[in-house]
């Protein structure tokens, strides 16, 4: 008779591995964020991923476009897909304000179906800041006022708004059973698609309120803003002090924007050092979007133009570069097509352009790896200005002495986020002694690493080769209550490349260390000008809190995360 439940529970087991195959498996816990990285199924989640907005919303699609589109993103190894949760207007999703039409809204609900039984996790936004779609000014023409801006603040415009809210959240899936609200194929919910007002503080305010809303009703998904993150102050405004805000976004199209390589390098890499180390959220790169020619295709056909993807491949290995080095949570591209579907905007990608999606599945296999293995992050924001230090410099003895004071700022120019340490001046053979970087507590206490998840403590430095050759370095410790210098051997450093030195490679106890800095020396040759230096913790696979390495260890101001850029 006991074996009766247990056969029962079995058999509705294996009906719905049937019915849904796969969902259950891969698709088996909600998306987290903590500190500056995601967290799926109490491991990290760092992902690569797309965007198709019409999979789930557009009445001409089809199943079978959908499942292309979806089973293209899954042989490319991308585990999130960006799609549209709104289509607003007539013959969309909501044909009117509050009506909606049951026969598109079948098609979300597959699109959701189908991504949860591949094991692909969705961001799903609730309205457009542009008219494609419907989008805000849909709002603005129902509710019978005028101007874009009036959707921030009318309160008929919020009330529709807020409406097609409840009614996404609490959407029963017809396929899966499953509300919206409940279903951990949905990894985020989105305000909307690149807002944007005349005002900041207008939108700062709509954010602020409609968060919260939404957290009201579902507290277990994840949600962001969709801001584009074009003006940086802007950038942090939105995402600063917002406890409903899980994590920033941002987007880039050079084309559009009259962007150069370098620049949008740079542009990536300003806005992830802003999360990590002022927001302390994780940060994506929402949408990303390169003309497969070097201009738009014209006619849009589905091939894209000429099919020359060279200039497209450069600029996506670049910034995938950035986002995965630079610590960034994930990516999602612009735009992932189904074969057939036009190349209206000219950034289509097809299965059938090998060399870019050959790009993008090594990207996804590098992303993956991060979620199994160790993540190293940066200890020490050198690039903000605002960690409050004070100097000691003293050139004839060759010493920098750094300790945490009142907000005074940080003394030396600030190079890409790394500190730049300028002052040396080594000529001559042999070994000729250069000088330190030293870095203290504040109030000289201990920094006490035990049980904060740290494999390795590293220490990365740059030598620009333009300023000579034959430079080394070394490192040396004070551990505990002892001043005994403990110093490692030196090591070359190659002119114009990172060289990451390791703590314990050294044999050095990081479980109570007092200070510690970087000594140079020269081997012959010379050297003239600055080095750049980073201070790194390789964490272990378990996630930690996402509080703190170091606060309550005496580096008081200190536990913002940095990185280390390119130079």
Same mark, same amino acid.
């Given at each position: 008779?006991?074996?009766?439940? !247990?056969?029962?529970?079995?058999?509705t087991?294996l009906?719905?591995? !049937?019915?849904f195959?796969?969902?259950?498996l891969?698709?088996?816990g909600?998306v987290?964020?903590?500190?500056?990285?995601?967290s799926?199924?109490?491991?990290p989640?760092?992902?690569t991923?797309t965007?198709?907005?019409?999979?789930?919303?557009?009445?001409?699609i089809?199943?079978p476009?959908v499942d292309e589109?979806?089973?293209?993103a899954k042989d490319?190894?991308?585990?999130?897909?960006?799609?549209?949760?709104? *289509?607003?207007?007539?013959?969309g999703?909501?044909?009117?304000?509050?009506?909606?039409d049951?026969?598109?809204f079948?098609?979300?609900?597959?699109a959701?179906?189908?991504?949860? $039984?591949?094991?692909?996790?969705?961001i799903?936004?609730?309205?457009?800041?542009w008219?494609?779609?419907g989008?805000?000014?849909?709002?603005?023409n129902w509710?019978?006022t005028?101007?874009?801006d009036?959707?921030y603040?009318?309160? #008929?415009c919020?009330?529709?708004?807020?409406?097609?809210?409840s009614t996404i959240l609490?959407r029963?899936?017809?396929y899966?059973g499953?509300?919206?609200?409940?279903?951990?194929?949905?990894?985020?919910?989105?305000?909307?698609n690149?807002?944007?007002?005349? *005002?900041?503080?207008?939108?700062?305010?709509?954010?602020?309120?409609?968060s919260?809303y /939404?957290?009201?009703?579902?507290?277990?998904?994840l949600l #962001?803003?969709g801001?584009?993150g074009?003006?940086?102050?802007d950038f942090?405004?939105?995402h600063?002090n917002?406890?409903?805000?899980?994590f920033a976004?941002?987007?880039?199209y &050079?084309?559009?924007?009259?962007?150069n390589?370098?620049a949008?390098?740079?542009?990536?890499?300003?806005?992830?050092v802003?999360a990590?180390?002022m927001?302390?959220l994780?940060v994506?790169l929402e949408?990303?979007?390169?003309?497969?020619d070097?201009?738009? &295709?014209?006619?849009?056909?589905?091939?894209?133009?000429?099919?020359?993807?060279?200039t497209?491949?450069?600029?996506? $290995?670049?910034? %995938?570069d /950035?986002?995965?080095?630079s610590?960034?949570?994930?990516?999602?591209?612009?735009?992932?097509y189904?074969?057939?579907?036009?190349?209206h905007?000219?950034?289509?990608?097809?299965?059938q352009d090998?060399?870019?999606?050959?790009?993008?599945k090594?990207?996804?296999?590098?992303?993956?790896?991060? *979620?199994?293995?160790?993540?190293?992050?940066?200890?020490f924001d050198?690039?903000?200005?605002?960690?409050?230090w004070?100097?000691?410099?003293?050139?004839?003895?060759g010493s920098?002495?750094?300790?945490?004071?009142?907000?005074k700022?940080?003394?030396?120019?600030i190079? *890409?986020?790394a500190? $730049?340490?300028?002052?040396l001046?080594?000529?001559?053979?042999g070994? /000729?002694?250069?000088?330190?970087?030293r870095?203290?507590?504040y109030?000289?206490g201990?920094?006490? +690493?035990?049980?904060?998840?740290?494999?390795?403590?590293t220490?990365q430095?740059?030598?620009?080769?333009e %300023?000579g050759?034959?430079?080394?370095?070394s490192?040396y410790?004070?551990?505990?209550s002892?001043?005994?210098?403990?110093?490692?051997?030196?090591?070359?450093?190659?002119p114009g490349?990172?060289?990451?030195?390791?703590?314990?490679?050294l044999?050095?106890d990081?479980?109570?260390?007092r200070d510690?800095?970087v000594h +140079?020396?020269?081997?012959?040759?010379?050297?003239?000008?600055?080095?750049?230096?980073?201070?790194?913790?390789?964490?272990? &696979?378990?996630?930690?809190p996402?509080?703190? !390495?170091?606060?309550?260890?005496?580096?008081l101001? !200190?536990?913002?995360?940095?990185?280390?850029?390119?130079?």
């Amino acid at each position: 008779m006991r074996l009766l439940p !247990l056969i029962r529970l079995l058999t509705t087991l294996l009906l719905l591995l !049937l019915l849904f195959p796969g969902s259950l498996l891969a698709n088996n816990g909600f998306v987290s964020a903590q500190g500056t990285q995601f967290s799926l199924n109490e491991k990290p989640f760092y992902y690569t991923g797309t965007n198709n907005y019409y999979i789930g919303i557009d009445p001409g699609i089809s199943q079978p476009q959908v499942d292309e589109v979806l089973q293209s993103a899954k042989d490319m190894g991308v585990t999130v897909v960006r799609a549209w949760g709104f *289509n607003d207007g007539s013959g969309g999703l909501q044909t009117a304000a509050g009506v909606y039409d049951e026969t598109v809204f079948k098609k979300l609900d597959y699109a959701i179906s189908k991504a949860g $039984q591949l094991g692909i996790k969705l961001i799903i936004p609730f309205v457009n800041n542009w008219d494609d779609y419907g989008g805000m000014n849909q709002y603005v023409n129902w509710a019978g006022t005028t101007g874009h801006d009036s959707f921030y603040t009318n309160a #008929t415009c919020k009330d529709y708004y807020q409406n097609h809210i409840s009614t996404i959240l609490n959407r029963v899936n017809t396929y899966s059973g499953v509300a919206y609200k409940n279903d951990p194929t949905i990894m985020s919910w989105e305000l909307a698609n690149e807002p944007r007002a005349t *005002n900041s503080d207008t939108l700062k305010t709509w954010i602020t309120t409609m968060s919260a809303y /939404v957290k009201g009703l579902d507290s277990k998904h994840l949600l #962001t803003t969709g801001v584009e993150g074009q003006n940086l102050a802007d950038f942090r405004k939105y995402h600063q002090n917002m406890p409903n805000i899980d994590f920033a976004t941002m987007h880039i199209y &050079p084309d559009s924007w009259g962007m150069n390589l370098t620049a949008s390098k740079q542009y990536i890499d300003d806005r992830i050092v802003e999360a990590n180390t002022m927001l302390r959220l994780p940060v994506i790169l929402e949408e990303f979007g390169k003309y497969r020619d070097v201009a738009k &295709p014209v006619p849009a056909v589905p091939t894209g133009g000429s099919g020359n993807t060279t200039t497209r491949d450069t600029y996506f $290995q670049s910034f %995938y570069d /950035v986002v995965r080095e630079s610590h960034g949570a994930g990516s999602n591209f612009w735009i992932l097509y189904h074969n057939s579907y036009p190349d209206h905007d000219g950034f289509g990608v097809y299965s059938q352009d090998t060399s870019t999606t050959n790009i993008i599945k090594n990207e996804a296999a590098l992303m993956s790896a991060k *979620n199994s293995g160790y993540r190293t992050v940066p200890l020490f924001d050198f690039g903000t200005g605002t960690q409050g230090w004070t100097r000691d410099w003293n050139p004839s003895g060759g010493s920098l002495t750094l300790s945490q004071t009142e907000a005074k700022g940080f003394p030396f120019p600030i190079s *890409n986020g790394a500190l $730049q340490v300028n002052g040396l001046n080594l000529t001559g053979s042999g070994w /000729v002694d250069g000088g330190a970087v030293r870095f203290i507590p504040y109030n000289y206490g201990i920094m006490n +690493f035990a049980g904060e998840g740290i494999e390795k403590f590293t220490v990365q430095v740059l030598a620009p080769e333009e %300023y000579g050759s034959g430079l080394k370095a070394s490192i040396y410790i004070h551990t505990g209550s002892s001043w005994t210098w403990n110093e490692g051997p030196w090591i070359a450093l190659t002119p114009g490349e990172w060289t990451e030195i390791y703590f314990s490679t050294l044999g050095f106890d990081l479980t109570s260390l007092r200070d510690f800095g970087v000594h +140079f020396a020269l081997d012959g040759g010379s050297y003239i000008g600055p080095v750049y230096i980073d201070f790194l913790a390789t964490e272990s &696979p378990v996630p930690l809190p996402g509080s703190v !390495l170091l606060l309550g260890s005496g580096l008081l101001g !200190l536990a913002a995360f940095s990185r280390r850029k390119r130079q």
